[in-house]
């Protein structure tokens, strides 16, 4: 799910409007409403964090679009994995907050990454015989 779907989610499942939202993330309601509705992202940090106060949720939950690398992760190595997973793409994401890179460019990126992991984790288990 992507980054405006939750937002979307959570704000509805709080009863609240696009423009108390943005009042209590210190932002404009235009704002607001392009995270919702356009996929435009927070330039800034801070936003995600008092997004995720707001809803009350972890903020890599916002930062993070691809719970399904992190379930098959946790699914094939075990809890290790998903938290393997999990750091990897949090970390990952968080080198896109607020930049130039275009939403396509990221989400290839993400992929790559993600192939990156899969691929090192199979290597690493020819030499130490499992995750």
Request: hydrophobic residues 35%.
């Amino acid at each position: 799910m992507k980054f405006g779907e939750k937002i979307r989610v959570l704000r509805t499942q709080k009863k609240i409007s696009q423009e108390q939202a943005a009042r209590a993330a210190g932002i404009s309601r235009r704002a607001y409403g392009s995270y919702e509705q356009d996929g435009i992202y927070p330039r800034n940090r801070e936003i995600y964090a008092r997004l995720a106060a707001l809803f009350e949720c972890d903020v890599n939950y916002l930062l993070t679009e691809d719970e399904d690398f992190v379930a098959q992760a946790g699914e094939k190595y075990g809890p290790r994995g998903r938290a393997q997973a999990q750091r990897l793409v949090s970390e990952a994401t968080a080198l896109f907050a607020g930049g130039e890179l275009a939403d396509e460019d990221k989400d290839e990126m993400l992929r790559a990454i993600q192939e990156a992991y899969w691929i090192a984790k199979e290597r690493n288990r020819k030499y130490t015989g499992g995750a």
